[in-house]
């Protein structure tokens, strides 16, 4: 038995069990692979302001360590 159309939560119950089964695992699947794909971008921008901070840092010691030896 096949439902024409998008399958959704309310019609779901007219599908036969295995079909049922293999759809949800279908969606089980989408949804790590969006989980996944979530962690992965926020891990890039993780990194990315890391980098930014001890970039901002690195400039501040080294404005620090002119300013020191100016004095000198």
């Known amino acids: ?5 998008k ?5 779901m119950h007219q599908l036969p069990p295995y079909e049922r089964m ?3 695992r ?6 790590a692979a969006m989980v996944q794909k979530s962690a ?4 890039s921008f993780a990194a990315i302001q890391q980098n930014q901070s001890q970039a901002t840092g690195d400039l501040i010691s080294k404005i620090a360590m002119q300013r020191i030896y100016k004095k000198a």
């Open 40 to 43: 992965s971008l926020a891990g």
């Open 7 to 11: 399958i959704t939560r309310f019609n």
């Open 1 to 5: 038995m096949a439902i024409s159309g």
């Open 22 to 24: 293999q759809q949800m």
């Open 26 to 31: 279908a969606r089980r699947a989408e949804a």
